[in-house]
């Protein structure tokens, strides 16, 4: 809105002065829009004087004047331009802008928010990516959120958005093999047969659950045969539970991919052996000591590393690099890989293999997010690194709910480590950052469902009520924040930090709260034009904050 407004009219400032022969440049810097700390220096901030000096060949505060000079901002927005220090320009708008902001708001309602920022640029998430052996577990839990929530960011920024879950499901896979030999284990003791778990078996009560499905659906059918094709076979059968399971567990929370892609396929249908011979003819690989290696040295690894075992087995990488390969035969301009704690060493290797592929090492970006630490009672019950009690993903959101366990995975960004306070999720408190946003909503909905029990109609939008003369600060700053939820949204898709609407959520819901008091709206002898015009803005912001909601997966409840 009125950032992107100021940003194309120095744009277009720049391209003016060129062409009048003040300046002479190559290319446009990239530039930032701010808003200053203190309003002593104006509503907004540019710093493409400072940026564009040295390749203009004039001082900073020149250019700053040379772009002031040609900058094109309608005249009921404007007020002054200052230029201070090395070369900032400092705008001053009037308060026309701020009637614009609510007016757009209500325009564009659920769509508020939304560009064509990405210009349909094709990407694709990879995220959450269980191995298909096992329930989701916490840190499931955080990446799920992280993943869902950029994807929304990024589809309502204007990028084409394809949600995807890898299953590490090779047929070569030992951790595979020792699911499906626990489980066929499970069943023929569920049959009555006495048979001994594997030593590094998977001993979860999931494992016994799915034995007995196992048995009340065939009976003993699968006793007496032989192991090797059980194990096989229990494997698969093992693989479809827990994928629904997973699946399952993940629509819950409200996360939906649209793709599941199997390792497994990748061998299957020479997609590997085809990625290495890339690999060869790129002059990528050698042979030692009967194994096949990535030069991955060449390519800014620190170490090269191995594809194909000495005994003819490839290795996760070689089955990682067909993947990457892949996806980016499908079509993808960018993929984002959101990975779990302690990958970060396996950063590295795969862009070396994406580079020793042909791609650009900018086409792969990769998120990997910290663990997550429960708290209940002050006290650590699970610490993130498997030490503590045992906390499920289902029991989690059993506990405190899906709306708290999806915006607590968010309060802060993913390079960090999370602390979940699973006493304060559900407590129903201010202090509570979920009941704090949600109740701001819910008393949102609760002044415009007043208005309408009193039979007092919200205003037409026809852009041209106006706030009431000498409109307080805390209705102009409502209106300000307002205003930067599409650069928010834009921000989240470029940088790839969600948890910045979860933030954005508290800010509003903050502002609202502080003009609530400040600003009666229905309260007896407020003015009917002063009342009209505020009610636009509750209106607005409900939108707003309704939006910002929806992009984290959470509700909007309109009583509490």
Not at 35 to 53: E, I, K
Not at 334 to 352: E, F, Q, S
Not at 438 to 456: D, F, K, W
């Amino acid at each position: 809105m009125i950032k992107q407004l100021i940003y194309n009219a120095f744009k277009d400032a720049a391209n003016a002065a060129k062409e009048a022969g003040k300046i002479d440049f190559e290319s446009l810097p990239s530039f930032a829009v701010d808003r200053p700390n203190n309003s002593v220096y104006g509503d907004y901030s540019v710093n493409l004087g400072m940026l564009f000096a040295s390749q203009a060949k004039v001082s900073p505060r020149k250019m700053a004047q040379i772009l002031a000079d040609h900058l094109n901002i309608p005249p009921y927005l404007l007020d002054k331009i200052e230029i201070t220090g090395p070369g900032f320009i400092n705008l001053f708008l009037k308060s026309a802008w701020l009637h614009e902001v609510v007016s757009e708001i209500l325009k564009q309602g659920d769509k508020y928010g939304s560009s064509s920022y990405g210009e349909d640029k094709k990407i694709l998430v990879e995220f959450v990516s269980a191995n298909p052996n096992g329930p989701l577990s916490i840190p499931h839990g955080r990446g799920a959120v992280i993943g869902d929530v950029l994807c929304n960011a990024l589809a309502t920024a204007g990028y084409k958005v394809c949600r995807e879950f890898y299953i590490n499901d090779a047929a070569t896979s030992t951790q595979m093999e020792r699911f499906g030999e626990s489980l066929y284990i499970r069943y023929l003791q569920e049959c009555g047969v006495t048979a001994a778990m594997p030593e590094e078996g998977y001993f979860g009560e999931y494992v016994t659950d799915f034995a007995r499905k196992i048995k009340a659906a065939d009976g003993d059918k699968y006793v007496g045969q032989p192991i090797g094709e059980m194990v096989k076979e229990f494997t698969a059968i093992g693989r479809e539970e827990m994928l629904k399971w997973q699946r399952d567990m993940l629509a819950d929370f409200g996360v939906i991919f649209d793709n599941w892609f199997s390792e497994n396929s990748l061998l299957e249908n020479g997609a590997v052996e085809a990625a290495l011979t890339t690999l060869e003819k790129q002059g990528s690989t050698f042979t030692q000591d009967g194994a096949v290696w990535l030069a991955a040295t060449k390519y800014g690894d620190v170490k090269d590393r191995p594809l194909v075992r000495s005994n003819g087995k490839p290795t996760y990488l070689a089955a990682d690099v067909a993947y990457h390969q892949n996806k980016m035969m499908r079509g993808f301009d960018t993929l984002i890989d959101i990975w779990g704690p302690d990958h970060h060493g396996y950063i590295a290797r795969t862009k070396a293999a994406m580079a020793a592929l042909g791609y650009s090492a900018d086409c792969l970006k990769i998120l990997v997010y910290h663990i997550v630490r429960l708290l209940r009672n002050s006290e650590i019950v699970n610490d993130g690194n498997g030490k503590g009690e045992i906390i499920l993903l289902s029991e989690l959101i059993e506990a405190v709910g899906k709306d708290a366990a999806r915006f607590f995975f968010l309060m802060c960004s993913s390079d960090i480590d999370l602390n979940f306070d699973m006493d304060l999720a559900v407590k129903e408190s201010p202090d509570n950052p979920i009941y704090y946003v949600q109740s701001a909503h819910a008393r949102i909905a609760s002044i415009l469902r007043t208005a309408e029990e009193r039979g007092v109609k919200l205003p037409a939008n026809t852009g041209e009520v106006l706030l009431p003369l000498g409109a307080s600060e805390a209705e102009i700053s409502l209106i300000r924040l307002l205003s930067e939820f599409p650069e928010e949204v834009n921000t989240v898709a470029t940088l790839m930090e969600p948890h910045r609407l979860t933030r954005y959520a508290m800010d509003v819901s903050r502002e609202f709260h502080l003009f609530y008091e400040r600003c009666p709206v229905l309260k007896t002898g407020v003015d009917p034009e002063v009342r009209d015009a505020r009610l636009l803005l509750v209106e607005a912001a409900k939108i707003t904050l309704c939006n910002v909601l929806q992009l984290l997966g959470v509700s909007a409840p309109e009583k509490m």
